[in-house]
């Protein structure tokens, strides 16, 4: 099949063999020959015949197989992009959809290639994942005769069937929309049927030839029988959990249940001491074994119901445990599993095969408690028969296998067998112990794949929904553990199950006492491997200090802590104290953390932890006890000034690490140490100054790889420092003032740190931000963040604006403000705030169908007008001004106190509304032409003056009419004030709205006007008010109108 198209503006002309020539191109080793093959491909694919062709020359066998991998690799790639799309550039017209469609499984059913079937069978997953069954209704059906077809012929293209059955299982079986699961589950038991009957064939023939014995002649043909079962059992397990709502009501599924259930069996006795004549097909048989327990797990999982009224499920429960029983009286000897990575990248799981069972015995065991006490979560309509039957299963597995005393030997066992630290653990540990220890910290959780992880989950689960069987049982433990001929091992199996128990048991039991008795002096020990006892002190007493501790025991437990962290004690090998340095950050997290009770402990353990860095060679562990480090010094609060000499000395050795991630990730956790020290010493960690400025200018050099990674930490390091820095501010601070704007200017994720960072300085160093050379790009940075939609960040822009604007004048006077406003004029910062309220005020002339939307909300107005208020309530002329340099002074009062009335409607804050009452207000002091301006606005005065009087003034006897915003005593101090917060206290408490009193103000500024314009006139401009208005008015302010009422 040739597709010769000519490609216009194509560098070559489309056709096979131009396709097959890019293909080989593309996998040169000279990079420009790649490059430009890469170019081709990209640009052929907007071709009709592009994915055809691809698929043409994958299969043909007589071509290279790089060539050939790479084709089917395109057509995925092309698929996954452009196979769902039909209207956009590139997609893959529906002729040739069709035929693609057409010649899918070929790729799959006659191909010796493994790695090449499999990639098309994906290809064809994903095609029929999305075709299916709209466009293209027949695949699954096609499958099926395909397989009924090559069942007793060619056994080759039978198992490429159903290679490619088990790929489409798969991606169906991920589908979400109930459409796609109804489809499924509709032709389910059909595929299931002939896969039972392809598998229980096989499974025959299988097993009638490694019983009669082995031979050479035939050991193809068995291997291949051993992967068409395998591939047939997976897709059997997959379409019983997804293909049916309720398999246990399914004929097939009974009857492959129960049969399966000898199988299991059969299997077993191969798999574990079978001859030793079919050892080479062992990995095959144990995959096919564990396929069985990878179904009886998850059909539990997720079918509980069926799992239970399936044939014999709770026997097979019980055979599990019987195994899991059989490997806990070996299992101090057992080697362990073991997880190495594949060559398909997979990991691979090795050990005793007993050992795997047991661990499927726990997690299926863990899976039928679950089913009894939480039952299956859904939102989902269930039919009443269904939860019905749901309760029956249920109450049936709590009556005939989780009795009492199964439940108790469950417990014993794990305790007495599972918890119990091994030889190989031991070897593990001496082999190389760092990487054990990570191991433990993370694989070790991951207790679907280790037994004794999941032995410790199953343990727990019992004991929460068996408490009342199980406590005097757990109580035991600790009556056990003040034996003195108690083994090291068996006691730190009985310290294991204390610590998992802490949650459960704590209201039960007295810790304080066994930490006094017997936990003290077990830490003390010191004979061969009391190194494992005092790991699992460590993790003991991190799982039971949040729990359970009080003031007198804690010193107790710091001492146990400092002495496992001294290196000079030889049984502290590098895993004891590795593990005491994580567990350390729980005890310092806990609420009962007293930082003063700490700190005769705290130098050593200080010292023991960054000495501890350099030995550790893991980089999870190293960053693991840089964050134990870090919450010491948040704990220890202001008792850690004593040390910040010694943790800063520690911090160039920390910061010098190695380049990579690792390297950047320290840094991380130095910057975090940093400024957790600051916080904690305030004022006090001035000193350190010089010795942190070079780290934050390091950090914030943009272009480089620390900017890129350590930019959030550097940035909240250089805040929470110009926080806690007292007036006035070091140059070498100040000098960092240009990058701080240059980086709120690019308006980045940072922002709203790098809006707090300006505001420091326009707080604590006013004198400086307001000069020249600040001045205007301050102005100008601030205003890019007014549009933000992060409210947080706007109020903080609007905040420190007003605070720029009030300093301006507190230190220049008028001149000073006049020069700020200059500059945000010229900035564009003022014309933006104009034109936002200007384009409200045209939008609201428009109505109907027509009516045009705001360019900015109603909050933004607010945000707005609460800028244009600090200006006019301090110089009310310079503010007309500013309005004169717009336009006719008319004119643009007539929109802007038009927006400016209705802008009260939306002012939710108290605060706001009286600064914007008085700088109002103070227009009305002004002269021509502003005071017949304002006058002839005076119903909108009138109105806004009522309404807001009324919420901020004391309504209630003996101070009626008091301005209730207005303060009565100076703003007190408190201890955890920063010289910021004193700053901005001052500014706080000199504010014109806690200053005021808004009634009087009013009073006399309308009484100012009467009197320069006189009465007269002045009953000529209210005469132009609505009655309503001015009586509402006077109820309010008791000023005496013109027209005589009060």
């Not at 002729?95 to 493994?114: A, C, K, N, W, Y």
């Not at 169906?172 to 009957?197: D, F, H, W």
Request: net charge negative; aromatic share 8%.
């Amino acid at each position: 099949m040739d597709f010769a198209i000519e490609a216009p503006g194509a560098a070559s002309p489309f056709s096979l063999d131009e396709l097959y020539r890019a293909l080989e191109a593309a996998q040169s080793y000279d990079n420009s020959q790649r490059q430009a093959a890469t170019q081709q491909l990209s640009t052929w694919e907007s071709e009709a015949g592009y994915y055809p062709t691809l698929q043409t020359i994958f299969l043909n066998k007589d071509l290279s197989t790089p060539v050939r991998l790479l084709a089917i690799i395109q057509l995925k790639n092309g698929i996954d992009r452009y196979w769902r799309l039909h209207k956009v550039h590139n997609s893959i017209p529906r002729d040739v959809r069709h035929v693609v469609r057409e010649r899918l499984f070929q790729g799959t059913i006659g191909e010796s290639d493994r790695q090449l079937a499999q990639l098309n069978a994906l290809v064809a997953a994903k095609i029929i994942r999305i075709d299916f069954p709209t466009v293209w209704s027949s695949p699954l059906a096609d499958l099926i005769r395909l397989l009924r077809d090559r069942k007793d012929g060619n056994q080759v293209e039978l198992c490429g069937a159903l290679m490619l059955l088990l790929r489409v299982v798969k991606e169906l079986g991920t589908a979400r929309l109930r459409k796609s699961q109804t489809t499924l589950q509709s032709i389910t038991p059909e595929i299931v049927y002939v896969l039972c009957e392809i598998y229980n064939a096989k499974f025959t023939a299988l097993t009638s030839f490694l019983a009669s014995g082995p031979g050479d002649e035939r050991n193809d043909e068995a291997l291949l029988a051993m992967e068409i079962s395998l591939y047939a059992l997976k897709t059997l397990r997959r379409l019983l959990l997804v293909g049916y709502e309720s398999p246990h009501n399914d004929k097939n599924v009974q009857n492959f249940w129960s049969s399966s259930q000898d199988q299991f069996q059969v299997l077993f006795g191969f798999v574990d001491g079978g001859p030793s004549n079919i050892a080479c097909y062992v990995d095959v048989l144990t995959k096919l074994f564990m396929q069985y327990s990878k179904l009886h797990i998850e059909m539990a999982e997720q079918h509980p119901s069926s799992f239970v009224l399936l044939p014999n499920s709770l026997n097979l429960v019980r055979a599990y445990w019987f195994l899991t029983a059989k490997v806990a009286a070996v299992f101090s000897e057992s080697v362990g599993i073991r997880h190495n990575a594949s060559n398909q990248g997979k990991a691979k799981t090795e050990g005793p095969i007993l050992e795997k069972i047991a661990l499927k015995g726990l997690l299926l065991l863990r899976a039928c408690v679950q089913m009894v006490h939480r039952g299956k979560r859904t939102i989902l309509y269930r039919s009443s028969e269904a939860v019905q039957e749901e309760k029956q299963a249920i109450e049936h597995l709590k009556v005939e296998l989780l009795k009492d005393e199964f439940i108790i030997e469950i417990s014993n066992v794990i305790v007495t067998r599972f918890l119990l630290f091994r030889q190989a653990d031991l070897d593990a540990w001496e082999e190389d112990p760092q990487e054990w220890e990570q191991q433990e910290e993370t694989e070790g959780n991951a207790y679907q794949w280790e037994v004794r992880p999941c032995a410790e989950k199953l343990f727990l689960d019992l004991l929460i929904h068996y408490k009342g069987l199980l406590l005097q049982h757990v109580l035991s433990y600790f009556v056990s553990i003040e034996d003195p001929q108690t083994t090291l091992v068996a006691r730190e199996a009985i310290y294991t199950a204390i610590g998992l128990s802490a949650n459960v048991v704590y209201e039960e039991v007295n810790f304080e006492d066994l930490l006094k008795k017997i936990i003290v002096a077990d830490a003390q020990r010191a004979e061969p491997s009391c190194q494992i006892l005092r790991r699992r002190i460590a993790i003991l007493l991190s799982q039971w200090v949040p729990v359970q501790s009080t003031a007198e025991t804690r010193p107790l437990v710091y001492e146990i802590f400092r002495h496992f962290l001294n290196p000079n004690d030889q049984y502290n090998d590098i895993v004891v104290r590795i593990t005491t340095a994580r567990r350390f950050k729980v005890v310092c997290d806990d609420i009962g953390f007293d930082g003063k009770v700490f700190s005769p402990y705290a130098s050593d353990v200080l010292v023991q932890l960054i000495n501890l860095l350099g030995e550790v060679e893991v980089d999870e562990a190293k960053l693991a006890i840089l964050e134990s480090t870090r919450t010491v010094i948040l704990r220890m609060e202001t008792h850690v000034s004593h040390f910040g000499d010694m943790i800063m000395n520690a911090v160039p050795n920390i910061w010098q690490a190695p380049a990579g991630d690792l390297g950047f990730m320290m840094k991380q956790s130095v910057l975090a140490i940093i400024q957790t020290l600051v916080m904690s010493m305030k004022t006090d960690s001035r000193r350190y100054h010089q010795m942190i400025l070079p780290l934050i200018v390091e950090a914030t050099q943009e272009g480089t790889e620390l900017f890129l990674y350590l930019i959030e930490e550097a940035l909240e390091l250089w805040s929470n420092i110009l926080h806690q820095t007292e007036p006035p501010m070091s140059p070498d601070f100040l000098s960092l003032i240009p990058t701080g704007i240059k980086l709120l200017s690019e308006q980045n994720e940072h922002t709203s740190t790098l809006v707090d960072i300006l505001g420091c300085y326009i707080v604590l160093a006013p004198e400086t931000i307001l000069l020249d050379q600040y001045r205007g790009p301050t102005v100008s940075a601030l205003s890019r963040s007014l549009g933000s939609r992060n409210r947080e960040q706007v109020n903080l822009v609007v905040k420190y604006t007003e605070s720029l604007i009030r300093l301006s004048h507190e230190l220049g006077g008028a001149a000073g403000l006049q020069v700020l406003v200059k500059d945000m004029m010229t900035t564009g910062a003022l014309p933006a705030i104009f034109e936002g309220i200007h384009d409200t005020f045209e939008a609201h002339q428009t109505s109907g169908p027509k009516k045009r939307q705001s360019l900015v909300t109603g909050l933004t107005l607010v945000d707005y007008f609460t800028i244009l208020s600090r200006i006019a309530v301090l110089e009310p002329q310079l503010f007309v001004e500013v309005l004169v340099s717009l336009g006719p002074l008319d004119q643009v009062w007539r929109w802007l106190s038009t927006e400016w009335f209705l802008a009260f409607d939306t002012m939710a804050d108290y605060n706001q509304q009286k600064l914007n009452l008085l700088s109002l207000t103070r227009l009305l002091e002004l002269p021509q032409p502003m005071q017949d301006l304002a006058l002839q606005k005076l119903q909108d005065y009138l109105s806004m003056w009522t309404s807001v009087l009324v919420l901020i003034l004391d309504g209630d006897l003996p101070n009626p009419g008091i301005d209730t915003l207005v303060l009565t005593s100076e703003p007190e101090p408190t201890e955890w004030d920063t010289p910021k917060d004193v700053r901005e206290r001052a500014l706080f408490a000199s504010d014109p709205v806690k200053r005021v009193q808004a009634l009087d103000f009013v009073q006399q500024s309308l009484k100012t006007v009467t009197d320069r314009i006189g009465m007269k006139a002045f009953e000529d401009w209210t005469a132009n008010v609505d009655k309503e208005v001015l009586v509402n008015f006077a109820s309010v302010s008791r000023f005496p109108l013109p027209t005589g009422e009060a």
